[in-house]
């Protein structure tokens, strides 16, 4: 496995999470999307080489994507959670199209 993506778990609404994913190789652009129970997976945010960023905008706000490339992880910082948050975040490369494992987030009180 190329992309190890941790940090899921259990938070309240209005809480916080931040998921890691690290790379066993220099990152390119790199992305994050989720899948929710019965819904197709969906772009959340990315990052590119140079730092560059965008978001879904439901996330908008409240989420930040960054990059650490001397230790090739990438982040996303997921604050005022929602229940709607609720879902197996997954991170790519969008370059390769690589996927790491997915990690889950129930956003729940």
């Known amino acids: 496995v190329q992309l190890q993506a941790s940090g899921g778990g259990l938070v309240q609404p209005g809480g916080s999470l931040r998921l890691t994913c690290a790379a066993l190789?220099?990152?390119?652009?790199m992305g994050w999307y989720r899948q929710a129970p019965g819904k197709q997976r969906e772009f959340v945010a990315a990052i590119t080489s140079g730092g560059s960023t965008r978001y879904d905008d439901s996330v908008k706000g409240r989420f930040t994507i960054s990059r650490d490339d001397a230790k090739n992880t990438v982040y996303l910082q997921m604050n005022k959670l929602k229940p709607e948050d609720t879902a197996v975040y997954y991170c790519?490369?969008?370059?390769?199209?690589?996927w790491g494992q997915g990690t889950q987030v129930t956003v729940s009180s």
């Open positions: 190789y220099s990152l390119n652009a």
């Open positions: 790519t490369d969008m370059w390769t199209n690589s």
